[in-house]
Structure formats: structure tokens, C-alpha cells
């Protein structure tokens, strides 16, 4: 057959009904699809290796396709056309393929961090009352001077584009790209760390969108708990591999040590004054109330 024609009717959206469908009775017995929400940089790597160790499950970290920011179209602004080539993209192959993969499964796990920024929606829309959420979350001032080691700079670097949200997005709920033309804002480690709390705000935003969502919030430096981690696994109701699971706990994935490129020349005190200064715009602009939800407060 034609390869156009394969296409055509691979595409064609009552195929794509009927196909969905036809996985939606196979995926009858999953009790959860799980996603997590998080800016990267954080530990997702290694949480999903955690959810490796979940029985009748699948654990995957960036399924095809990972909804990664477009480039080619405007990714630096959510347009009208960006955020409707997003949701048919998700409903013609990822939908699909992660109904493919959960055939025959009780638990689905991606540790995509691209979730929380470009397909949350169509995900809870889609899963309804079985999708549940992992709030995985690190100290800001870390998880933008890895950002900024690695050149992943939002809205500068080419890999700040594609896996970063820009300043300048349309939909963001922190609007301060104006600063970062400023001698006073212009460090690169305030992009950074701006991402941080955008990433913050939209978490908060989904829980206000679906507040009856099932969500579970865990620090990086908690994955290192034994207990934490099981009571995690407990509360989304899995059954798990105890002897696998304590041979993952405390190791470290992802540190990406030979894409460590820039060098950071500032230190701890100078990152905590750079986020008091950056706080303080967001709060004259948005509030005290507002501004108070974003900030970081590590584990007991």
C-alpha cells in the first residue's frame, strides 16, 4: 500500500476513535496512570528508576512523543496554533502510545518533566479519576545553578528552548521577561531561577484547576528515604520489589557531569540574595499572598 495512504488512514481521526477505543477495553484493569510534575534537574531520573521497582507496572521517562517545546514554530510565544498542534499531537500518537504500553498493566509511570508545562490537561482530560500526580520538588537555587551549568538557559539556549519554558510565553503566569533586559536582572541565573517558580505557579494552578486530583508531594533530597519512598508507593496504592527498591535508593542518575560546560562564579549567598531580589519583583507585581506559595521550604 502507498505509504501516503497508510499515513492518511493512520491519521484519520475515526481511525484514530476506533483504535483508542479498542485500547481503551484492554486498559480496562489499569488503576492509575501517573505523571510527574516538576521543572527537571530535580530528580525524575531517578524516580523513575524508583517506579521501575513497581509490580505490574511500566515506568517510562520521555515517551515518544515527549511534547518537547516545537522548534520550527514559535516556541518562544504559546500561540493559538503552538497549543492546538500540542493537543493533536497528544490525542493522534501519545494518547495512543501510552494506552499501548499500558495494556496489561495496573500502573502506568512517566517521568517526563515536559508534563506540568505543555500537556497536563489533555493528560487529567483524558485519564480522569486514574491519573495521579507526583509534585517532586527541589531547592530553586540548585535546580537553576544545574541549569545554568549545563547552558540550559531559558528562552536563550538552544536546550533552554526545547526543554525550558520561555519568558515570553504567551501562557505564563509569572510575566516579568521585562527584567531580564535590565543591568540589574540581566544574569542568566535569574532566568533560571524565574523558571523555577513558573514551574511552582503552574503546579499550583493545576491543583486549583482539579482539585480532587491525587497528587503526592516529595522532596530530591527525600528520595534518599527508604520510608519516604515507600510511603510514596503506599499512597498510590502499588505493589513493589522491596529488594530492587533499596538497591536504587540513595544512588544518584542523570548528573550529566560531562555536559557541565559553564562555570559558575557565584556563591551560596550571592544565589540567596539574587532569589530575595527576584522575590521581591514578583511579589510588587503579583503579591505578597502569591509570592508566599512559590517559596521553597525544605523537609522536616
Known amino acids: 500500500m502507498n505509504n501516503s495512504i497508510v499515513s492518511t488512514l493512520k491519521f484519520n481521526p475515526f481511525i484514530i476513535y476506533l483504535y483508542n477505543l479498542f485500547l481503551s ?4 484493569e489499569v488503576e492509575s496512570y501517573v505523571f510527574v510534575a516538576t521543572t527537571g534537574r530535580s530528580g525524575s531520573n531517578t524516580l523513575g528508576r524508583i517506579f521501575e521497582t513497581v509490580r505490574d ?19 518562544l510565544k504559546t500561540s493559538y496554533s503552538f497549543v492546538e498542534n500540542n493537543k493533536k499531537k497528544f490525542n493522534q500518537k501519545k494518547l ?3 494506552k499501548r504500553l499500558a495494556v496489561g498493566k495496573h500502573h502506568y509511570m512517566e517521568s517526563n518533566h515536559m508534563f506540568i508545562k505543555n500537556f497536563y490537561r489533555e493528560s487529567i482530560n483524558a485519564f480522569d479519576k486514574k491519573i495521579k500526580v507526583v509534585h517532586l520538588r527541589r531547592d530553586p537555587l540548585l535546580v537553576a545553578t544545574s541549569f545554568l551549568q549545563i547552558n540550559s538557559i531559558p528562552g536563550k539556549s538552544k536546550r533552554g528552548q526545547k526543554y525550558l519554558l ?19 536582572f540581566r544574569n542568566d541565573f535569574y532566568r533560571c531561577l524565574w523558571y523555577c517558580y513558573e514551574i511552582e505557579a503552574r503546579i499550583n494552578q493545576m491543583k486549583n484547576e482539579y482539585p480532587n ?14 520510608d519516604k519512598v515507600v510511603d ?4 498510590f496504592k502499588m505493589e513493589y520489589d522491596m529488594l530492587k527498591l533499596k538497591e536504587i535508593i540513595g544512588k544518584r542518575y542523570n548528573l550529566k557531569k560531562t555536559q557541565k560546560t559553564t562555570s ?5 549567598d550571592e544565589t540567596k ?7 521581591a519583583q514578583i511579589s510588587d507585581r503579583y503579591g505578597a499572598s502569591f509570592t508566599s506559595t512559590l517559596i521553597y521550604q525544605p523537609p522536616d
Open 166 to 184: 520561555d519568558p515570553n510565553r504567551e501562557d505564563n503566569i509569572i510575566k516579568i521577561s521585562d527584567l531580564f533586559l535590565t543591568d540589574k
Open 232 to 235: 510514596m508507593l503506599n499512597f
Open 273 to 279: 540574595e539574587m532569589e530575595g531580589l527576584l522575590l
Open 264 to 268: 559558575i562564579n557565584l556563591n551560596f
Open 213 to 226: 486530583i491525587i497528587l503526592y508531594k516529595i522532596d530530591t533530597n527525600e528520595l534518599n528515604s527508604l
Open 57 to 75: 507496572g511500566i515506568s517510562i521517562h520521555e515517551k515518544y512523543p515527549a511534547l518537547y517545546n516545537v522548534s520550527g514554530e514559535n516556541s
Open 96 to 98: 495512543i502510545n501510552i
Open 25 to 28: 477495553l484492554h486498559c480496562k
